[in-house]
């Protein structure tokens, strides 16, 4: 079987394609090139501090679909969740081989085992000019993952060209004035 392709391979985007085809392409690409039970897409708009999950490819229905609504950056979500602080932080992606082993600096295990249920994952920061754009998040379910250096190195070359599909998104979506708390 022929694996799939190296996901920066992926985003040569068609000029009339829309963001959320471009999007959900490469979730489901990076999904089957990392083997991943789920990846999904936090979008955020830095200018006003809110973001969500909006999008979600998952290797079949019985994995959880996270998929919420907006929400502001003034919740508990970043005194909850050190990820979600470092990516706030602009601080480099997080590989996480194994939820039940990482220290409590790298996540909070409880907040994960409610919120995602996954076992392994990479929050990856979308960036740009110190400013957070999305998160790019393939997990699995049930087992650890070593994610080898080959992985990371795709991961890492995917996000920059990520920067302008979100900005896209973000600029084509109406974000409620009032986000849920």
Not at 43 to 63: E, H, L, S, T
Not at 151 to 160: F, G, H, N, Q
Request: contains cysteine; glycine residues 4%.
């Amino acid at each position: 079987m022929n694996s799939p392709a190296h996901p920066s391979l992926l985003l040569h985007v068609p000029a009339d394609e829309a963001p959320t085809a471009t999007i959900n392409r490469v979730l489901e690409q990076v999904g089957k090139y990392l083997d991943a039970d789920r990846c999904f897409l936090y979008v955020r708009d830095p200018a006003i501090g809110k973001g969500r999950i909006a999008f979600c490819w998952r290797k079949n229905d019985a994995v959880p679909n996270p998929i919420h609504d907006w929400q502001e950056d003034t919740t508990d979500l970043p005194k909850e969740d050190p990820l979600f602080r470092a990516a706030l932080a602009t601080q480099p992606s997080v590989f996480v081989e194994d939820v039940e082993v990482a220290t409590h600096d790298v996540l909070n295990r409880e907040f994960e085992h409610k919120t995602f249920g996954h076992r392994a994952l990479i929050h990856a920061h979308i960036t740009d000019n110190n400013q957070l754009w999305g998160i790019l998040q393939p997990c699995l379910f049930g087992q650890p993952r070593h994610w080898t250096s080959k992985e990371r190195a795709a991961m890492e070359a995917i996000l920059p060209a990520l920067v302008p599909v979100v900005k896209a998104y973000i600029g084509s979506v109406k974000i409620p004035a009032k986000a849920k708390k």
